[in-house]
C-alpha cells in the first residue's frame, strides 16, 4: 500500500520563526489533506488539497502530485500552533470510500 | 449546535469486557469513519460505512464491530477479542465524492 513520510519528525521554534513541513507519498493519490491535532486529541482540517497551492492566513500549503510530495508553511508562529501536524492521503479507490492513510506526523512546539 | 460528537470522553474497561463507543453526527453526511490512535502514531482506519446498513473493514478491524442503523450513528464496539484495545478512537464523516474528512473529539479507551 502507499507509504506516507512525514519529515521532520519534531520540531522546536520560537515565536514569530517560519517554518516548512514536507510530506511524502509513494504512489498516485485522489486526495491529500493537513490536519493538526491539538494537545486535547481534537482533529482540525486544515487544508484539502489534492494539487496546487492554497493559503489561510498565517499557513499555505503546496502539492505537487506529479513529484508526489506536499509541504506546508507556517509563517510567524505562535505558541497555538503547537501541536501534531499530520499530512493524511486518499489512494485512488473506484468506489470512493474516502478512506486516509495518514503520516507519523510532526510535533511542533512554539516556544514564547 | 452541528458537529460530530463522542462519547463517553474517557473509557476505563477491564480486561475480557466488551465496551461500545458512541459516535453522533447531526451534518448530516453520508459516510463515517472509525480510526485508532496509538502514542506517537499516526491513524489508522477500522471501519467505515458509505450509506445507512452498510459497512466495510478497514486496515485494522479485527476485535471490532460496528452498525449502521441510522444515518447519524456509527456506534464502535471493542470486544474482548481486541488484544491491545488502550488507545485514543476517532470518529470522522465526509459528506460525498472528494470532500474533506471531519473529526470528533475522540474517546480515550483504558484497559486496566
Known amino acids: 500500500g502507499i507509504q506516507v513520510e512525514q519529515s521532520p519528525p519534531d520540531l522546536i521554534l520560537q515565536e514569530g520563526a517560519n517554518s516548512t513541513l514536507r510530506c511524502n507519498f509513494s504512489?498516485?493519490?485522489?486526495?491529500l489533506q493537513w490536519f493538526h491535532q491539538n494537545p486535547w486529541g481534537q482533529l482540525i482540517n486544515l487544508f484539502y488539497?489534492?494539487?496546487g497551492t492554497k493559503q489561510n492566513g498565517r499557513l499555505s500549503a503546496t502539492t505537487v502530485a506529479t513529484e508526489r510530495y506536499s509541504l506546508l508553511y507556517i509563517s510567524s508562529s505562535q505558541t497555538t500552533d503547537s501541536g501534531v501536524y499530520f499530512c493524511?492521503?486518499?489512494?485512488?479507490?473506484?468506489?470512493?470510500?474516502?478512506?486516509?492513510?495518514f503520516g507519523q506526523g510532526t510535533t511542533l512546539q512554539v516556544k514564547p | 449546535d452541528g458537529g460530530i460528537t463522542q462519547s463517553p470522553k474517557y473509557l476505563f474497561r477491564k480486561e475480557g469486557q466488551n465496551v461500545t463507543l458512541s459516535c453522533e453526527q447531526n451534518?448530516?453526511?453520508?459516510?463515517m469513519y472509525w480510526y485508532r490512535q496509538d502514542p506517537g502514531q499516526g491513524l489508522r482506519l477500522i471501519y467505515y460505512?458509505?450509506?445507512?446498513?452498510?459497512?466495510q473493514k478497514g486496515d485494522i478491524a479485527e476485535g471490532y464491530s460496528v452498525s449502521r442503523e441510522k444515518k447519524e450513528s456509527f456506534p464502535l464496539t471493542v470486544t474482548s477479542a481486541q488484544k491491545n484495545p488502550t488507545a485514543f478512537y476517532l470518529c470522522?464523516?465526509?459528506?460525498?465524492?472528494?470532500?474533506?474528512?471531519?473529526f470528533g473529539p475522540g474517546t480515550r479507551l483504558t484497559v486496566l
Open positions: 451534518l448530516n453526511h453520508d459516510a
Open positions: 460505512s458509505q450509506i445507512v446498513n452498510d459497512f
Open positions: 488539497i489534492p494539487s
Open positions: 470522522a464523516t465526509r459528506t460525498g465524492w472528494a470532500d474533506t474528512q471531519y
Open positions: 493524511a492521503v486518499e489512494p485512488p479507490d473506484p468506489g470512493n470510500t474516502g478512506k486516509l492513510i
Open positions: 504512489d498516485s493519490v485522489n486526495n
